[in-house]
């Protein structure tokens, strides 16, 4: 029957459901020691990008090499942003909870989560940007920051994403197992039409080329 054809249209979204949990276990599998996070989550978009959005390479093969090769070059940046996180986070719950104590503590904590936003969203470009671009960790750092600024209603736009990301699993918890590699999937269409914005021509034509051979294959 034409219905459980590889190519029909059911098999094919059962195939990206099944990757999709598959990817997002393998991220919350290299995740576990906490350090490996920033190569997790480069190895997460760069897989997203290439397996689940253009359908090329291996999914475990992918996401395994990537993994391996960004890990020296990432895990410096993440243990880097891991801690200016970690003090957004501390001083936003101290703040918090003096809240009561009168106005100041009324304007820093809207000053301390704006903070946090902006690191949520400096990190969201932050990992994918390694995993497209070979570039030094300080520039990376700097780059993803002024993309953060210079995209802006992109960046509004996957901060929304992640809001109802964070929604969706507060409502339904067992989709923790599916979301991670959707996630990544959602931002893979915003982030690379930033991205192809500062690829050289030779890089963009070289990238659609790729793309076009494995379509016809």
């Not at 497209?132 to 600024?149: P, Y």
Request: proline share 3%; hydrophobic share 55%.
């Amino acid at each position: 029957m034409k219905l459980f054809n590889y190519d029909s249209g059911i098999m094919r979204s059962l195939s990206k459901f099944t990757d999709c949990i598959c990817l997002s276990l393998l991220f919350f599998v290299s995740c576990i020691p906490i350090v490996t996070i920033g190569a997790a989550l480069t190895a997460l978009y760069y897989t997203a990008h290439k397996v689940l959005r253009h359908d090329r390479g291996y999914l475990f093969r992918d996401y395994v090499s990537s993994f391996r090769d960004n890990f020296k070059q990432v895990t410096p940046v993440w243990v880097a942003a891991a801690v200016i996180g970690g003090v957004l986070g501390v001083d936003l719950y101290v703040v918090n909870y003096n809240i009561k104590a009168g106005g100041l503590f009324q304007a820093l904590s809207m000053l301390f989560l704006v903070g946090s936003a902006v690191w949520f969203a400096w990190v969201s470009y932050l990992f994918p940007y390694m995993a497209r671009f070979e570039n030094t960790r300080k520039q990376s750092m700097k780059n993803a920051i002024l993309m953060v600024i210079a995209h802006l209603p992109m960046t509004i736009l996957m901060l929304v994403v992640a809001v109802v990301i964070i929604l969706l699993l507060c409502i339904a918890p067992f989709l923790i197992f599916i979301l991670p590699a959707v996630h990544a999937w959602i931002q893979s269409y915003i982030l690379e039409r930033i991205f192809r914005k500062y690829m050289t021509e030779e890089d963009r034509e070289a990238e659609d080329a790729k793309y076009k051979e494995d379509t016809m294959q």
